[in-house]
Protein backbone atom coordinates (compact mmCIF):
# COMPACT_ATOMS: atom_id res chain seq x y z
CA UNK A 1 0.00 0.00 0.00
CA UNK A 2 1.22 3.91 -0.91
CA UNK A 3 0.32 6.09 1.91
CA UNK A 4 0.92 9.99 1.52
CA UNK A 5 0.20 12.65 3.37
CA UNK A 6 0.28 16.38 1.92
CA UNK A 7 -0.85 19.83 3.29
CA UNK A 8 -3.16 20.80 0.40
CA UNK A 9 -3.30 24.61 1.56
CA UNK A 10 -6.80 24.50 0.00
CA UNK A 11 -7.95 21.66 -1.89
CA UNK A 12 -10.29 23.81 -3.79
CA UNK A 13 -7.04 26.06 -5.02
CA UNK A 14 -5.58 22.80 -6.10
CA UNK A 15 -7.88 20.20 -7.59
CA UNK A 16 -5.83 19.65 -10.58
CA UNK A 17 -2.53 19.30 -8.81
CA UNK A 18 -4.30 17.01 -6.34
CA UNK A 19 -5.65 14.59 -8.76
CA UNK A 20 -2.79 14.54 -11.05
CA UNK A 21 -0.46 13.81 -7.94
CA UNK A 22 -2.83 10.90 -7.02
CA UNK A 23 -2.64 9.48 -10.89
CA UNK A 24 0.82 9.93 -11.15
CA UNK A 25 2.09 8.38 -7.88
CA UNK A 26 -0.63 5.55 -7.56
CA UNK A 27 -1.26 6.23 -4.15
CA UNK A 28 -3.59 4.13 -2.49
CA UNK A 29 -4.67 6.65 0.17
CA UNK A 30 -3.76 10.16 0.22
CA UNK A 31 -4.58 11.91 3.92
CA UNK A 32 -4.61 15.51 3.07
CA UNK A 33 -4.32 18.30 5.91
CA UNK A 34 -5.15 22.34 5.60
CA UNK A 35 -8.41 21.73 2.89
CA UNK A 36 -9.93 25.02 3.57
CA UNK A 37 -13.45 24.34 2.92
CA UNK A 38 -16.56 23.16 4.38
CA UNK A 39 -17.73 19.48 3.91
CA UNK A 40 -20.54 19.73 1.14
CA UNK A 41 -17.62 21.96 -1.18
CA UNK A 42 -15.02 19.50 -1.38
CA UNK A 43 -14.43 18.97 -4.71
CA UNK A 44 -14.78 14.84 -4.55
CA UNK A 45 -16.19 14.29 -7.79
CA UNK A 46 -12.67 13.76 -9.66
CA UNK A 47 -11.56 11.93 -7.45
CA UNK A 48 -14.64 9.38 -7.12
CA UNK A 49 -14.39 9.02 -10.69
CA UNK A 50 -10.60 7.61 -10.59
CA UNK A 51 -11.85 4.88 -7.64
CA UNK A 52 -11.22 6.70 -4.44
CA UNK A 53 -13.87 7.41 -1.81
CA UNK A 54 -13.57 10.31 -0.03
CA UNK A 55 -14.13 11.22 3.66
CA UNK A 56 -13.93 14.87 4.74
CA UNK A 57 -13.60 17.17 7.60
CA UNK A 58 -14.07 20.74 7.85
CA UNK A 59 -15.95 23.96 8.90
CA UNK A 60 -15.41 26.59 7.16
CA UNK A 61 -12.27 28.32 5.13
CA UNK A 62 -9.99 27.82 7.93
CA UNK A 63 -8.00 24.30 9.21
CA UNK A 64 -10.00 20.73 7.79
CA UNK A 65 -8.78 17.51 6.80
CA UNK A 66 -9.56 14.73 4.69
CA UNK A 67 -8.27 10.96 3.62
CA UNK A 68 -9.03 9.68 -0.06
CA UNK A 69 -8.78 5.89 -0.44
CA UNK A 70 -9.05 3.44 -3.20
CA UNK A 71 -8.90 0.59 -0.29
CA UNK A 72 -11.69 1.22 1.36
CA UNK A 73 -12.71 3.49 4.23
CA UNK A 74 -14.73 2.39 7.64
CA UNK A 75 -14.78 3.49 11.27
CA UNK A 76 -14.57 7.66 10.47
CA UNK A 77 -13.80 9.47 13.51
CA UNK A 78 -13.84 13.19 13.64
CA UNK A 79 -11.63 14.27 16.22
CA UNK A 80 -9.52 12.00 18.76
CA UNK A 81 -10.55 11.36 22.34
CA UNK A 82 -9.58 14.25 24.57
CA UNK A 83 -8.97 16.31 21.27
CA UNK A 84 -8.97 20.10 22.77
CA UNK A 85 -11.09 23.01 21.78
CA UNK A 86 -10.47 26.04 21.30
CA UNK A 87 -12.20 29.49 20.55
CA UNK A 88 -15.00 31.85 22.11
CA UNK A 89 -17.36 30.14 22.58
CA UNK A 90 -14.56 27.05 22.68
CA UNK A 91 -15.42 24.25 19.90
CA UNK A 92 -13.63 21.42 18.36
CA UNK A 93 -11.43 22.73 14.92
CA UNK A 94 -11.00 20.20 12.23
CA UNK A 95 -7.67 19.28 12.75
CA UNK A 96 -7.85 15.61 12.73
CA UNK A 97 -9.77 12.79 11.22
CA UNK A 98 -9.38 8.78 11.31
CA UNK A 99 -10.05 6.41 9.31
CA UNK A 100 -9.57 2.71 8.84
CA UNK A 101 -8.05 2.37 5.05
CA UNK A 102 -6.50 -1.05 4.11
CA UNK A 103 -6.64 -2.19 7.10
CA UNK A 104 -4.68 1.11 8.49
CA UNK A 105 -5.52 2.91 11.13
CA UNK A 106 -5.11 6.58 9.47
CA UNK A 107 -5.09 9.36 10.95
CA UNK A 108 -5.17 12.92 9.21
CA UNK A 109 -3.59 15.61 11.64
CA UNK A 110 -2.94 19.20 10.99
CA UNK A 111 -1.79 20.53 14.90
CA UNK A 112 -2.34 23.90 15.80
CA UNK A 113 0.40 26.30 14.29
CA UNK A 114 0.81 27.71 18.22
CA UNK A 115 1.26 31.83 16.61
CA UNK A 116 3.51 32.99 19.15
CA UNK A 117 5.55 32.03 21.97
CA UNK A 118 2.96 32.65 24.74
CA UNK A 119 0.05 33.17 23.06
CA UNK A 120 -2.93 31.12 23.84
CA UNK A 121 -3.00 29.40 20.27
CA UNK A 122 1.03 28.67 21.78
CA UNK A 123 -0.74 26.53 25.26
CA UNK A 124 -3.12 25.21 23.28
CA UNK A 125 -0.97 23.60 20.58
CA UNK A 126 1.10 22.02 23.61
CA UNK A 127 -1.81 20.55 25.22
CA UNK A 128 -3.50 19.32 21.57
CA UNK A 129 -0.25 17.37 21.26
CA UNK A 130 -0.33 16.01 24.83
CA UNK A 131 -3.79 14.75 24.43
CA UNK A 132 -3.01 13.56 21.14
CA UNK A 133 -0.20 11.80 22.68
CA UNK A 134 -2.50 10.51 25.69
CA UNK A 135 -4.70 9.07 22.84
CA UNK A 136 -2.17 7.49 20.82
CA UNK A 137 -0.47 5.46 23.52
CA UNK A 138 -4.32 4.58 24.54
CA UNK A 139 -4.77 2.82 21.41
CA UNK A 140 -1.26 0.75 21.63
CA UNK A 141 -3.31 -0.46 25.56
CA UNK A 142 -5.55 -1.43 23.87
CA UNK A 143 -3.85 -3.47 20.84
CA UNK A 144 -0.34 -3.29 21.21
CA UNK A 145 -0.47 -4.90 17.21
CA UNK A 146 -2.45 -1.85 15.81
CA UNK A 147 -1.68 -0.50 12.93
CA UNK A 148 -1.77 2.78 13.05
CA UNK A 149 -0.22 6.39 11.06
CA UNK A 150 -0.58 9.24 12.24
CA UNK A 151 0.72 11.53 9.57
CA UNK A 152 -0.24 15.23 8.49
CA UNK A 153 1.23 18.81 9.28
CA UNK A 154 3.00 18.87 12.67
CA UNK A 155 3.71 22.61 12.49
CA UNK A 156 6.92 21.59 14.77
CA UNK A 157 10.40 21.17 12.98
CA UNK A 158 12.02 18.54 15.60
CA UNK A 159 15.85 18.98 14.93
CA UNK A 160 17.86 22.25 14.31
CA UNK A 161 18.61 20.40 10.26
CA UNK A 162 15.15 20.79 9.98
CA UNK A 163 15.22 24.44 9.21
CA UNK A 164 17.25 26.68 7.34
CA UNK A 165 18.78 28.42 9.61
CA UNK A 166 18.29 28.05 13.33
CA UNK A 167 19.73 31.77 14.61
CA UNK A 168 16.39 32.50 12.21
CA UNK A 169 13.90 30.74 14.04
CA UNK A 170 15.37 31.63 17.64
CA UNK A 171 12.39 32.79 20.04
CA UNK A 172 9.59 31.84 17.18
CA UNK A 173 7.25 28.65 17.67
CA UNK A 174 8.32 25.50 15.76
CA UNK A 175 11.33 24.80 17.26
CA UNK A 176 11.07 25.89 20.99
CA UNK A 177 12.06 22.90 23.53
CA UNK A 178 8.42 22.85 24.58
CA UNK A 179 7.17 22.13 21.28
CA UNK A 180 10.11 19.30 20.27
CA UNK A 181 9.53 17.17 23.40
CA UNK A 182 5.79 17.27 23.03
CA UNK A 183 6.65 15.73 19.77
CA UNK A 184 9.29 13.73 20.99
CA UNK A 185 6.65 12.20 23.47
CA UNK A 186 4.40 10.94 20.91
CA UNK A 187 7.66 8.46 19.99
CA UNK A 188 7.51 7.97 23.49
CA UNK A 189 4.14 6.51 23.77
CA UNK A 190 5.87 3.10 21.18
CA UNK A 191 5.49 5.20 17.73
CA UNK A 192 8.61 5.13 15.50
CA UNK A 193 8.82 8.41 13.24
CA UNK A 194 9.49 6.77 9.95
CA UNK A 195 10.30 9.21 7.62
CA UNK A 196 12.87 10.08 9.40
CA UNK A 197 14.27 6.53 9.55
CA UNK A 198 14.06 6.17 5.84
CA UNK A 199 14.99 9.67 4.83
CA UNK A 200 17.74 10.78 7.53
CA UNK A 201 19.40 13.45 5.61
CA UNK A 202 19.74 16.58 6.69
CA UNK A 203 18.17 19.79 5.56
CA UNK A 204 15.72 17.69 3.89
CA UNK A 205 12.63 20.10 3.90
CA UNK A 206 8.77 19.98 3.14
CA UNK A 207 7.74 22.99 3.49
CA UNK A 208 8.88 26.59 2.38
CA UNK A 209 6.86 29.99 2.39
CA UNK A 210 6.26 31.58 -0.33
CA UNK A 211 7.80 34.76 0.19
CA UNK A 212 11.27 36.03 -0.13
CA UNK A 213 12.28 33.38 -2.80
CA UNK A 214 12.19 30.56 -0.17
CA UNK A 215 11.90 27.45 -2.41
CA UNK A 216 14.85 28.78 -5.38
CA UNK A 217 16.83 29.30 -2.34
CA UNK A 218 16.37 26.02 -0.56
CA UNK A 219 15.40 28.00 2.98
CA UNK A 220 12.79 25.51 3.87
CA UNK A 221 11.55 23.50 6.93
CA UNK A 222 10.89 19.55 7.58
CA UNK A 223 7.43 19.94 9.31
CA UNK A 224 5.12 16.95 7.38
CA UNK A 225 6.05 14.03 9.16
CA UNK A 226 5.14 10.26 9.71
CA UNK A 227 4.77 8.41 13.10
CA UNK A 228 3.81 4.69 12.72
CA UNK A 229 2.74 2.36 15.50
CA UNK A 230 5.25 -0.57 15.87
CA UNK A 231 3.33 -3.15 14.05
CA UNK A 232 3.30 -0.59 11.17
CA UNK A 233 6.67 0.50 11.04
CA UNK A 234 7.71 -2.92 10.38
CA UNK A 235 6.23 -2.88 7.12
CA UNK A 236 7.69 0.17 6.17
CA UNK A 237 9.79 0.03 3.43
CA UNK A 238 10.49 3.29 2.19
CA UNK A 239 9.68 6.99 2.22
CA UNK A 240 9.48 9.49 -0.57
CA UNK A 241 9.60 13.52 0.00
CA UNK A 242 7.84 14.48 -3.23
CA UNK A 243 10.32 17.70 -3.38
CA UNK A 244 8.74 18.38 -7.48
CA UNK A 245 5.36 19.32 -6.33
CA UNK A 246 6.51 22.25 -5.27
CA UNK A 247 7.39 23.66 -8.24
CA UNK A 248 5.09 24.31 -11.30
CA UNK A 249 2.18 26.61 -11.23
CA UNK A 250 0.22 27.47 -7.94
CA UNK A 251 1.68 24.63 -5.74
CA UNK A 252 0.94 24.74 -2.30
CA UNK A 253 3.94 25.36 -0.02
CA UNK A 254 4.27 22.41 1.57
CA UNK A 255 4.98 18.71 -0.75
CA UNK A 256 3.96 15.45 -0.39
CA UNK A 257 5.22 12.21 1.92
CA UNK A 258 4.79 8.89 0.69
CA UNK A 259 5.27 5.87 2.61
CA UNK A 260 5.89 2.63 1.22
CA UNK A 261 3.86 -0.23 3.01
CA UNK A 262 5.02 -4.12 2.31
CA UNK A 263 1.90 -6.67 2.17
Same mark, same amino acid.
Given at each position: MRLA???????RARTERAVAFVERSGVDVL??????????QFPREPFEALG???????????????VISRVGVDAVEQGFPGMPTWGDPAAAEARALGVTAGGVRVWSLYVPNGREIGDPHYVYKLDWLAKLRDAAAGWLAADAGAQVALVGDWNIAPLDTDVWDPAFFAGRTHVTPAEREA??????????? $??? &? *? $??? &? *???TYWDYQQLRFPRNEGMRIDLT??????????????IERNERKGKAPSDHVPVVLEIAD
Open positions: TWNINSIALQETKCKDDYEVVTHGFSQWNGVAFVAIGGAGYTE $VSR &E *H $VPA &E *HTYYASPALAARVTGVT
